[in-house]
């Protein structure tokens, strides 16, 4: 029975530890006009607005932090919330030492009255993956693409 435990403990992963992170120099302004998420040929009362969530994000510690999600409260001129039951904002996937900057797009209802702000963000990862994997053919959206030329 002990040599089941032991290769069962063996065999099994180590759990993934959640790590917060800090998050800095925040704005929030539509995305721009030649994004593909933009979508102006779908600009109308019933559709939605593009917005991207832009800052920095610092990982204290020596190791990357994988699967990242940022959480926040995404809020229109009146103080209302603009995603109904919802604070995970995106993922911005793993996130190496020190400080990174990230870009996230949202979907926001149109009509949605601005200046649009947001508050309580804050970013979460684990040590080890949670999610399945992006492969390395897999294609980049031009808001990625453009933070991965910097």
């Given at each position: 029975?002990?040599?089941?435990l032991v290769i069962g403990?063996?065999?099994?992963?180590?759990p993934?530890?959640?790590?917060?992170?800090?998050?800095?120099?925040l704005s929030?302004?539509?995305?721009?006009?030649?994004?593909?998420?933009?979508?102006?040929?779908l600009?109308?009362?019933?559709?939605?607005?593009?917005?991207?969530l832009?800052g920095s994000v610092v990982?204290p510690?020596?190791?990357?932090v994988?699967?990242?999600?940022?959480?926040?409260?995404?809020?229109?001129?009146?103080?209302?919330?603009?995603?109904?039951?919802?604070?995970r904002v995106?993922?911005?996937?793993?996130v190496?030492?020190g400080?990174?900057?990230f870009?996230?797009r949202l979907?926001?209802?149109?009509?949605t009255?601005?200046p649009?702000?947001?508050?309580?963000?804050k970013?979460?990862?684990?040590s080890a993956?949670?999610?399945?994997?992006?492969?390395?053919?897999d294609e980049?959206?031009p808001?990625?693409?453009?933070?991965?030329?910097?």
């Open positions: 029975m002990l040599a089941l403990a063996l065999v099994l992963p180590a993934a530890w959640a790590a917060d992170l800090q998050v800095s120099e929030i302004e539509p995305c721009p006009a030649e994004d593909i998420g933009a979508q102006p040929e600009r109308r009362p019933a559709g939605a607005s593009c917005y991207a832009r990982n510690t020596r190791k990357p994988v699967d990242t999600d940022v959480f926040a409260l995404i809020v229109d001129s009146s103080g209302e919330p603009v995603l109904q039951n919802r604070t995106g993922s911005i996937g793993d190496p030492p400080t990174s900057a870009a996230l979907s926001v209802p149109a009509g009255p601005g649009l702000s947001f508050r309580n963000v970013a979460r990862g684990f993956p949670v999610r399945t994997r992006a492969g390395v053919d980049l959206l808001l990625e693409q453009a933070l991965a030329d910097q």
